[in-house]
């Protein structure tokens, strides 16, 4: 009602003119407005409609289309003998002025390509169905193309590539291949001079975007790596392979198992890249969100003319970078040639499952990620290193017989850490065996305790590896962290002290370890493939490793010591086996690898171990 008597210049009357209109008579109009309430719907939109701005030099005259649209009524409403007269413009407030609106359909279509250019390119397909204008300029090369360089990294030019012409392409051929001749690549190479961006993006990018990243191949108890790539205007599944046996710092190998590209438009084409022959037909079938497979058409182009002999000398030269008349061991020879006959009837027929990358806390001991590890006779193998709260696993994501990937094959207590000895008392093989020894008792009867408290309901539980504060330097004060050690210095040092916390022993606080480190070396007697082993450790930490018989049978965890050398390398001494195995970090960068959520990763985990179990 007051909104309404503003709009008309009478005051707090409810006897309006807009009102009386309505009605047909000023008696009639005055009754009704007796019996009704103040305000009505119509004043209700009206109040909650944006104000429009009026023409200059006309503040609500008659005939006045703002006046119009401001009180909702035919133009002259207002009347121009009333009190909303000419002469009373100056003293009547002015409403604000609403900012010019423009539409999306009246930008320049350079700024529109500019604007669709920067979403994600998902969201253009529902974008094309609102207009034909929108549909016309999603048909701009620009926009796809931007889209596949920052969705997918894609920083090729097809232009370019087709203005260059052959040398270009027999360059790019030979990257992918150096086996196959430029003539005969150059005859499956795409059609780029009639392709464009959205075709890269829709049918090749977009379709197989869920096969991008990191996956362990089902072979049995060896598994693998593979990480799928866009790699130019292509999509390889790269395997990564452990460098030559036992040189564990050198760089990882890797070569193509299959490529996924576009032969012409809106048609994807799959080919195998197994063997010596060049890329043949392939087959890949998406399983499931996280599991794919793939399948080779044509496994003729898998075989040599010199038969299975030729395939395995050529393939033992590839693994281990050797003849089989180098390699003197008797077992060693029977494992390789075990591999050889199991891995080779796969014939890349192959079935996927996705892995993560550990994620990174702030408090981890180092930066988790892959590492190449010594194994024996079994050569190198690559192992994940994740960090789990107060302890921290290795899952093999290669394996041999004894130990298959999946399995976890060392596990590191970060809260029993142990003070190596001098380097004189460290070579005798005895000495750390018992320093070894009695962390372990020292470990049993500290789980003992704690099972014993729970059934009598006394105590706290024990808290989940999440919850407890992760690292070297931390202690759960319900915790017992023993470490019984040797002090670094003096002949053979003497045990820490401790004190008694609920009747269990307890360590003295460990000092912060130094950069520098502390001199190591192997004890006497404990075996070791790599001989160039760092001299100096920064600490060590109590743990066990995974031994099985062949097959996997009777799998044991036993004693053995983990020694963090620096950021990118770390070693375990396997105590029963008297082995020392060392790993070295996989400094390569992987994309598409980082888990949704730490739930996530470890679900993965235990996936990938009871595959295996």
Not at 24 to 30: D, K, M
Not at 33 to 51: F, M, V, W
Not at 112 to 134: N, R, W, Y
Not at 202 to 209: F, I, K, Q
């Amino acid at each position: 009602m007051a909104v309404c008597a503003r709009l008309c210049g009478v005051g707090q009357s409810r006897g309006c003119r807009r009102r009386q209109q309505r009605k047909g008579s000023a008696e009639a109009a005055g009754a009704a407005a007796e019996s009704e309430p103040d305000t009505d719907p119509e004043e209700e939109r009206i109040e909650g409609a944006p104000a429009m701005p009026k023409p200059s030099g006309a503040c609500g005259a008659a005939g006045d289309p703002g006046a119009s649209l401001a009180t909702g009524g035919p133009a002259g409403a207002g009347g121009s003998g009333g009190p909303a007269s000419a002469s009373a413009c100056p003293q009547a407030p002015q409403p604000p002025a609403a900012p010019a609106r423009c539409s999306l359909l009246e930008l320049p279509p350079e700024l529109l390509v500019e604007i669709f250019a920067s979403l994600p390119g998902t969201d253009l397909p529902s974008l094309a169905q609102v207009c034909t204008k929108f549909r016309r300029i999603l048909n701009t090369d620009t926009i796809w193309r931007r889209r596949c360089r920052e969705e997918y990294g894609v920083c090729e030019n097809l232009r370019k590539l087709e203005i260059t012409g052959v040398s270009c392409r027999d360059v790019y051929a030979k990257r992918i291949n150096p086996r196959v001749k430029s003539g005969r690549f150059m005859r499956i190479l795409p059609d780029y001079e009639h392709m464009g961006y959205r075709d890269v993006y829709t049918c090749l990018l977009h379709r197989y975007r869920h096969i991008l990243g990191l996956w362990q191949p089902d072979i049995g108890p060896y598994g693998g790596l593979l990480n799928v790539v866009v790699d130019g205007l292509f999509i390889i599944g790269w395997m990564y392979l452990p460098p030559h046996d036992p040189h564990v710092d050198d760089p990882m190998r890797f070569k193509p198992l299959f490529r996924i590209h576009l032969m012409e438009r809106k048609s994807a084409t799959v080919e195998c890249m197994y063997g010596h022959k060049g890329p043949h037909n392939g087959h890949i079938q998406i399983v499931k969100k996280d599991e794919f497979s793939t399948k080779c058409n044509q496994t003729d182009h898998h075989r040599m003319s010199g038969g299975r002999q030729e395939e395995f000398r050529t393939w033992l030269r590839e693994e281990w970078g050797r003849t089989l008349e180098d390699i003197f061991h008797e077992h060693m020879q029977e494992l390789i040639l075990m591999k050889f006959i199991y891995t080779s009837q796969y014939d890349n027929c192959l079935t996927y499952r996705r892995i993560y990358l550990p994620p990174r806390r702030p408090d981890d001991l180092i930066k988790p990620g892959l590492f190449k590890g010594t194994y024996g006779s079994h050569g190198l193998e690559i192992v994940m290193l994740s960090f789990h709260g107060k302890c921290a696993k290795g899952t093999k994501i290669t394996g041999d017989p004894n130990i298959p990937a999946g399995q976890q094959t060392v596990e590191i207590d970060l809260m029993h850490r142990i003070q190596l000895p001098d380097v004189e008392n460290l070579r005798n093989f005895n000495e750390l065996s018992r320093i070894i020894l009695e962390v372990r008792e020292q470990v049993r009867q500290e789980q003992q305790q704690q099972q014993e408290g729970q059934e009598e309901g006394q105590g706290r539980a024990r808290p989940s590896a999440r919850e407890c504060p992760p690292g070297p330097a931390y202690q759960k004060p319900e915790q017992p962290v023993p470490a019984p050690a040797r002090g670094a210095e003096g002949g053979g040092g003497t045990e820490k002290s401790v004190e008694a916390v609920g009747g269990v022993p307890r360590a003295a606080p460990e000092p912060a370890p130094s950069e520098a480190g502390q001199p190591f070396v192997l004890p006497a007697g404990v075996i070791s493939r790599n001989e160039d082993y760092p001299r100096t450790c920064r600490m060590c930490f109590y743990g066990t490793g995974l031994i099985a018989g062949h097959g996997f049978t009777s799998p044991e965890r036993t004693p053995g010591i983990f020694i963090l050398f620096d950021e990118d390398r770390f070693g375990f001494i396997w105590l029963e086996l008297k082995s020392f195995s060392l790993y070295s970090r996989i400094k390569a960068t992987f994309q598409n690898a980082e888990p949704p959520s730490p739930e996530a990763f470890d679900e993965m985990l235990k996936n990938i171990q009871s595959l295996t179990t």
